[in-house]
């Protein structure tokens, strides 16, 4: 995890036209059977549905478009023509004329927080929004008049912080802001970074710490002049308090992921990763799909820590428990990934991304170089010994590396499997901000997917303002380097990192292909930000669809619309290939389908 964007406002829908929706049946009055290129005739089982009139975007190896579609218990069956599409068509057949709207394969996301997602939406969610004070304040003061009910000592968690963003620009809270508020109760407030929290003094006091309290292993407890605690936590100084927090019972964990799929089908996702993966949350999943009511197909990557014992013996536990087995037409469960964190964030103040070269230093107008060059947390031989046993276990690791120095010391790690012979394991490096140009062909010679935040590829606070001013000019051309990666062959995936960013799978795609804010925002005026690693649209929905799947060894399954694969596709109210940029971001899903069901909208399309 890690920081965000604000979420820009949703453009308006365009107009979704008529739809004409069918059933037919052959009854021998038909037209004879038509013939393929070569005379032969062609025969063909009756489809359950036959989807029609459609821009149908394949994501095919040549991305080939066509009309139609024909999906047969859970699979489609047939992609081609209308014309063609008929031999598909039987009694029973449900025929579904999309008036040419775009038809596309579902998103996978392959990095994101869904049970914090899911807790975000029920609780005090900031959203994201660059706030004052006042309005902070506002905010929560709201929230504990709506739930004055509850007990002193229930804890109210904020969701949603853009620490970043708080206006005017460089404003620091502290627990003196929350204990501003009057109320007894213990707060605790997340930033959207992932690595910050901001906690009020009774907060503090529940969890035991104060001035004499150690900074743990992998964190930082921050302090004002005087060694007291200001109420701010970094990193692994959070799980100080973890422990203290009521954790959500069983029945509020299914509530939570019941809202997080609900959500994620809205957006098209059909598959995704959990790349902070809970037991909690792989019990609450796996309820779900017993009772068939999984709507995405749900992929989990267990937490490896630095001197975790057997952790690999862990994770072969719950993949025991948990995993489905093989991928099927109905959404199942998955537990075939590992996350590692190497390092931070680049943003300042925290600024605990791995760094080659130190940040700079800046004040007074000037930057000059400094000696801070971030964390680390895995030794070279440390993640190469841990890297190597979970590859041989069948796990692939997915590593959080932001800073350059961490890329490359995943990227050396991943090319000792390699050396090893070992071509089937899936490696991924989740973020990759900022890569030396050495590095950068790596990813296709190693085969390693990188996962990355397109959200972040746009001027805002915590880029222009947070990380351009200490990396200097030539280390910023090389700030979410997608362009630079596709270039040199290698294999980019969309990971929203939900909750960290919105669930704005949209206007995440329109970031990589424009790199611009919204229209209307502040940095608007800006412009594209590195415009040299612009992504054209058929990559960018590449990255959220076939290389997802790819990500997640699904690709034989998902991910693209041909015969043979799962119906796991989403219906759109825009042609995304051809409404002008800065439209993608509006776009809405009207239908999204996981193996042949319907999990959002309607096959009537209203």
């Not at 994770?315 to 964190?341: C, E, M, P, Q, S």
């Not at 012979?421 to 590095?439: I, Q």
């Amino acid at each position: 995890m890690r920081g965000t964007r604000g979420t820009p406002g949703r453009r308006a829908v365009l107009a979704a036209g008529a739809v004409t929706v069918t059933a037919v049946a052959l009854d021998g009055c038909g037209p004879e059977p038509e013939r393929d290129d070569s005379g032969k005739d062609q025969a063909a089982q009756a489809a359950d549905l036959v989807l029609t009139g459609g821009h149908v975007h394949t994501v095919d190896a040549e991305d080939s478009v066509h009309q139609a579609l024909a999906v047969t218990a859970g699979r489609i069956t047939f992609v081609g023509t209308d014309r063609e599409a008929r031999r598909h068509v039987g009694k029973g057949t449900r025929v579904v004329d999309l008036g040419g709207r775009m038809v596309m394969p579902g998103l996978h996301d392959g990095h994101l927080h869904p049970m914090s997602g899911g807790q975000g939406l029920l609780g005090c969610d900031l959203e994201y929004e660059p706030l004052t004070v006042r309005q902070f304040q506002d905010r929560v003061r709201a929230y504990l008049k709506r739930t004055k009910d509850e007990g002193p000592d229930s804890w109210v968690q904020v969701e949603h912080w853009y620490a970043q963003a708080m206006r005017p620009a460089g404003t620091k809270l502290t627990k003196a802001d929350l204990d501003a508020l009057g109320t007894r109760r213990p707060i605790v407030v997340k930033s959207t970074d992932g690595h910050t929290v901001l906690v009020s003094s009774r907060a503090l006091e529940i969890a035991g710490i104060t001035a004499a309290t150690k900074d743990p292993a992998g964190g930082a407890i921050a302090r004002d002049a005087q060694g007291e605690p200001t109420g701010v936590l970094e990193d692994g100084a959070t799980d100080l308090l973890t422990a203290k927090i009521p954790q959500p019972t069983a029945a509020e964990n299914l509530r939570i992921a019941r809202t997080a799929l609900a959500a994620l089908a809205g957006q098209g996702v059909t598959t995704f990763m959990d790349a902070l993966a809970s037991e909690e949350g792989m019990e609450a999943f796996t309820a779900l799909a017993k009772e068939g009511k999984l709507t995405a197909r749900a992929y989990f990557a267990p937490l490896v820590n630095v001197g975790d014992k057997d952790p690999v013996g862990k994770v072969r536990a719950l993949r025991d428990r948990y995993d489905g087995g093989a991928v099927k037409a109905a959404a199942g469960i998955a537990v075939r990934n590992t996350k590692l964190f190497l390092d931070g964030v680049l943003q300042y103040p925290a600024q605990t991304a791995g760094l080659l070269q130190p940040y700079l230093e800046c004040g007074h107008g000037e930057c000059r170089p400094g000696k801070r060059t971030g964390a680390q947390y895995w030794k070279q031989e440390q993640l190469d010994s841990i890297v190597a046993e979970l590859t041989t276990a069948g796990l692939d690791p997915h590593v959080h590396a932001i800073g350059d120095r961490s890329v490359r010391t995943a990227l050396n790690a991943f090319a000792r499997v390699r050396e090893r012979g070992d071509r089937r394991s899936r490696l991924t490096v989740a973020h990759a901000e900022l890569v030396d140009p050495a590095d950068i062909k790596r990813f296709a010679r190693l085969d390693v997917v990188a996962a990355m935040g397109f959200h972040w590829a746009k001027p805002a606070p915590d880029s222009v303002e947070s990380v351009k001013p200490y990396l200097g000019a030539k280390r910023w051309s090389n700030y979410e380097p997608e362009g630079d990666i596709l270039a040199g062959g290698g294999r980019i995936s969309l990971g929203s990192d939900w909750p960290v960013d919105p669930l704005d799978e949209w206007t995440a795609i329109k970031t990589a292909i424009t790199r611009t804010a919204a229209p209307g925002s502040e940095y608007a005026a800006q412009g594209p930000m590195t415009p040299h690693q612009r992504i054209s649209r058929a990559a960018a929905l590449r990255a959220a669809t076939l290389n997802g799947a790819y990500q997640l060894r699904q690709e034989d399954h998902t991910g693209s619309l041909e015969a043979g694969k799962f119906a796991d596709l989403i219906v759109l109210d825009r042609n995304v290939m051809k409404v002008p940029e800065e439209e993608i971001a509006g776009t809405k899903v009207l239908l999204t389908m996981v193996g042949g069901r319907v999990v959002h909208g309607s096959l009537d399309l209203e």
